[in-house]
């Protein structure tokens, strides 16, 4: 029995499977990850957040709610 064949007694197989893992971490992470994921905001979030800041109206805010909840 030979534990020697040439690829330093498993090692290649080891590489290979490092060659993988590294391939299939590239291509299935997102490309818009510097630091931290981010999550996607509703419309309703989004206008809420606007009517907070003081964007927009009251009614505008009530008016939009109105709309996005009947395309649901």
Known sequence: ?????????????????????????????????????????SPLEILKKRFAKGEISKEEFEESKKILKSEN
């Open 1 to 41: 029995m030979h534990f020697y064949d040439g690829h330093f007694g498993g090692m290649h197989l080891i590489w290979w499977i490092i060659w993988v893992i590294l391939i299939t971490w590239i291509f299935f992470i997102p490309a818009d990850i510097p630091y931290q994921k981010t999550k996607k905001e």
